[in-house]
């Protein structure tokens, strides 16, 4: 009896050891071991931009499934997304993020409590300052320096409080941290919940950094002549988005008072900036550099695009800049299976991501094409040839390449593209097209079967073609089981990219399932001996008693 008793003390503390080894297998290590496969790119210029692409994350919602188990699959899905983006984010820690739409499953008939659940929820799994938690570096090594309105902040709004708590509990302790905006110091009290923001950031930066406080003390002050738009609202946002009402007014601005040497910049949603030369965001920089010894100075804003308040600080050299792109998918705005597409989904999508439709970054432009909406991207110059220095790359969620219609004939005309990134085929595929777009089209499949960890190499001063790069899904929600990362390099001429392959998560949940089979095979086993044990003395009882009898 002892013998049996200490048996199965034994068993349950296999089982035990099992399930923990398979726990921290499936959970943490094969995460690790995978990264071990991805391909490191080198940048041979000394001027290289990395650039991450995202394609098809489709955050689970809460209306199509509403069974008991929905829940758990949106606990999970996440858990894996938010794990396998963290490490592409330490492995390139890019310039440029492209999200290449699908971000929501249901994003195109949620209400609006739901929209920004699922919003909460993908700012949570893609948060891009957290890449910064595993480089190896002192705190005062490192600073990052945020903008306020429209990156901390929706538009106009106060910071969410996960927002807030994941700065202070866990960028704080590993970095400096710094705030910069156009705005005064009353303002961001306003937006960032009031003057504790003093003693939280190393930083404060009001007024583009012409009000300098460290520590909670002011230790500078220049003045500024600024101009703020008095109209307010959404409304002008859109119309401005459609019309480009800021635009003309900076660019007769320019005209009228040429002789006058004062930078004019578009900032937030309904403003623009007027200042002297030099009095941009960059001037902080000038505080920084001889108040500390930074190795690193990030930057993080929205109005990144040439025009924008935050332009200068961004393509600074003094700093590493860091830029998300939006482009909507049928799940976020509609336009699949015929689903209507309305403008309030489109504006709805474009207010909450601050999308716009071209974006720069040094040498490079990048446009959006819309194949949903029918919208074309006008660059504000002729497009220059493919053996140009600028680049051009169009972002798409569908393929452009692969239909052949006049959409696809006037985008190319217009941005005479040297690369076209896609997504919502869910596989890595290439196209490649002739300029005259008679061949028969064919997609091929990249990063695939022996050349799947392989970095491929294109050059981008071939005139003769089109390239569109299909990039895979990093979800495997739907269905896949190749699914990942798109890492880009512009070196020079040249663009280097392969795919960052992520762990199949089928195979995962295969082995949690073959454990539970184990283990319930074994519980049936003891029961049956359990109860064999049991019929057995209770037939011998019976037989003891009847020879008595």
């Given at each position: 009896?002892?013998?049996?008793?200490?048996?199965?003390?034994?068993?349950?503390?296999?089982?035990?050891?099992?399930?923990?080894?398979?726990?921290?297998?499936?959970?943490?290590?094969?995460?690790?071991?995978?990264?071990?496969?991805?391909?490191?790119?080198?940048?041979?210029?000394?001027?290289?931009?990395r650039i991450l692409l995202v394609a098809d994350p489709q955050l689970i919602g809460q209306t199509f499934d509403t069974s008991f188990y929905n829940p758990i699959a949106i606990y999970d899905s996440d858990r894996y997304l938010k794990k396998t983006f963290r490490e592409v984010l330490d492995h390139t820690r890019p310039?440029?993020?492209?999200?290449?739409?699908?971000?929501?499953?249901?994003?195109?008939?949620?209400?609006?409590?739901?929209?920004?659940?699922?919003?909460?929820?993908?700012?949570?799994?893609?948060?891009?300052?957290?890449?910064?938690?595993?480089?190896?570096?002192?705190?005062?090594?490192?600073?990052?320096?945020?903008?306020?309105?429209?990156?901390?902040?929706?538009?106009?709004?106060?910071?969410?409080?996960?927002?807030?708590?994941?700065?202070?509990?866990?960028?704080?302790?590993?970095?400096?941290?710094?705030?910069?905006?156009?705005?005064?110091?009353?303002?961001?009290?306003?937006?960032?919940?009031?003057?504790?923001?003093?003693?939280?950031?190393?930083?404060?930066?009001?007024?583009?950094?012409?009000?300098?406080?460290?520590?909670?003390?002011?230790?500078?002050?220049?003045?500024?002549?600024?101009?703020?738009?008095?109209?307010?609202?959404?409304?002008?946002?859109?119309?401005?988005?459609?019309?480009?009402?800021?635009?003309k007014m900076i660019q007769s601005l320019r005209e009228e008072f040429a002789d006058v040497d004062l930078t004019y910049s578009i900032g937030g949603q309904i403003s623009f900036d007027i200042f002297p030369r030099g009095w941009d965001k960059t001037y902080c920089l000038n505080f920084v550099e001889k108040d500390g010894?930074?190795?690193?100075?990030?930057?993080?804003?929205?109005?990144?695009?040439?025009?924008?308040?935050?332009?200068?600080?961004?393509?600074?050299?003094?700093?590493?800049?860091?830029?998300?792109?939006?482009?909507?998918?049928?799940?976020?705005?509609?336009?699949?299976?015929?689903?209507?597409?309305?403008?309030?989904?489109?504006?709805?999508?474009?207010?909450?991501?601050?999308?716009?439709?071209?974006?720069?970054?040094?040498?490079?432009?990048?446009?959006?094409?819309?194949?949903?909406?029918?919208?074309?991207?006008?660059?504000?110059?002729?497009?220059?040839?493919?053996?140009?220095?600028?680049?051009?790359?169009?972002?798409?969620?569908?393929?452009?390449?692969?239909?052949?219609?006049?959409?696809?004939?006037?985008?190319?005309?217009?941005?005479?593209?040297?690369?076209?990134?896609?997504?919502?085929?869910?596989?890595?595929?290439?196209?490649?097209?002739?300029?005259?777009?008679?061949?028969?089209?064919?997609?091929?499949?990249?990063?695939?079967?022996?050349?799947?960890?392989?970095?491929?190499?294109?050059?981008?001063?071939?005139?003769?073609?089109?390239?569109?790069?299909?990039?895979?899904?990093?979800?495997?929600?739907?269905?896949?089981?190749?699914?990942?990362?798109?890492?880009?390099?512009?070196?020079?001429?040249?663009?280097?990219?392969?795919?960052?392959?992520?762990?199949?998560?089928?195979?995962?949940?295969?082995?949690y399932l073959i454990y539970l089979l184990v283990c319930f095979i074994i519980l049936t086993m003891k029961l049956i001996f359990t109860c064999s044990i049991v019929a057995t003395r209770k037939l011998q009882r019976l037989r003891i008693t009847y020879t008595k009898v």
């Amino acid at each position: 009896m002892a013998f049996r008793s200490i048996s199965l003390r034994s068993g349950r503390r296999f089982l035990g050891i099992i399930a923990l080894a398979i726990v921290f297998y499936n959970e943490f290590l094969v995460y690790k071991i995978q990264s071990l496969t991805w391909k490191s790119i080198p940048c041979q210029s000394g001027n290289c931009t990395r650039i991450l692409l995202v394609a098809d994350p489709q955050l689970i919602g809460q209306t199509f499934d509403t069974s008991f188990y929905n829940p758990i699959a949106i606990y999970d899905s996440d858990r894996y997304l938010k794990k396998t983006f963290r490490e592409v984010l330490d492995h390139t820690r890019p310039h440029i993020i492209p999200f290449l739409g699908d971000l929501f499953d249901e994003g195109s008939v949620a209400t609006n409590d739901e929209y920004s659940s699922y919003l909460r929820r993908f700012h949570d799994i893609f948060h891009t300052d957290s890449s910064i938690m595993n480089l190896v570096m002192k705190r005062e090594d490192i600073l990052l320096l945020f903008d306020v309105d429209g990156t901390l902040t929706p538009p106009r709004s106060v910071i969410d409080p996960t927002i807030e708590s994941f700065l202070y509990e866990r960028i704080k302790p590993k970095a400096t941290i710094g705030i910069v905006g156009g705005a005064d110091l009353e303002k961001m009290f306003e937006q960032l919940n009031g003057k504790k923001i003093l003693q939280e950031f190393d930083y404060v930066f009001p007024e583009n950094g012409l009000v300098q406080i460290k520590n909670g003390q002011e230790v500078g002050k220049e003045s500024l002549i600024s101009h703020l738009a008095g109209a307010r609202g959404s409304s002008f946002a859109e119309y401005d988005r459609k019309h480009g009402v800021r635009e003309k007014m900076i660019q007769s601005l320019r005209e009228e008072f040429a002789d006058v040497d004062l930078t004019y910049s578009i900032g937030g949603q309904i403003s623009f900036d007027i200042f002297p030369r030099g009095w941009d965001k960059t001037y902080c920089l000038n505080f920084v550099e001889k108040d500390g010894n930074f190795k690193e100075i990030h930057f993080f804003g929205d109005k990144t695009e040439h025009g924008g308040n935050d332009y200068e600080i961004f393509s600074d050299s003094r700093t590493i800049g860091h830029k998300k792109i939006y482009v909507p998918g049928d799940n976020d705005i509609g336009g699949e299976n015929g689903e209507i597409v309305t403008p309030t989904k489109i504006n709805r999508f474009r207010s909450t991501f601050h999308t716009q439709h071209t974006y720069s970054w040094h040498n490079l432009v990048f446009f959006e094409a819309n194949r949903i909406t029918r919208e074309i991207p006008q660059p504000a110059t002729p497009p220059a040839p493919p053996y140009s220095s600028q680049r051009r790359f169009v972002l798409s969620h569908m393929s452009l390449l692969f239909y052949n219609d006049g959409f696809q004939e006037r985008v190319l005309q217009y941005v005479l593209p040297h690369v076209i990134f896609t997504g919502h085929m869910h596989r890595s595929l290439f196209i490649r097209k002739s300029l005259k777009l008679t061949e028969f089209t064919r997609a091929h499949p990249l990063n695939a079967n022996a050349e799947r960890y392989m970095v491929n190499s294109f050059d981008l001063r071939e005139p003769e073609t089109f390239l569109e790069i299909m990039v895979p899904t990093c979800s495997y929600r739907m269905g896949e089981r190749n699914i990942g990362f798109g890492y880009a390099v512009l070196d020079g001429d040249d663009l280097l990219y392969t795919v960052l392959w992520s762990v199949d998560r089928f195979s995962q949940l295969f082995l949690y399932l073959i454990y539970l089979l184990v283990c319930f095979i074994i519980l049936t086993m003891k029961l049956i001996f359990t109860c064999s044990i049991v019929a057995t003395r209770k037939l011998q009882r019976l037989r003891i008693t009847y020879t008595k009898v």
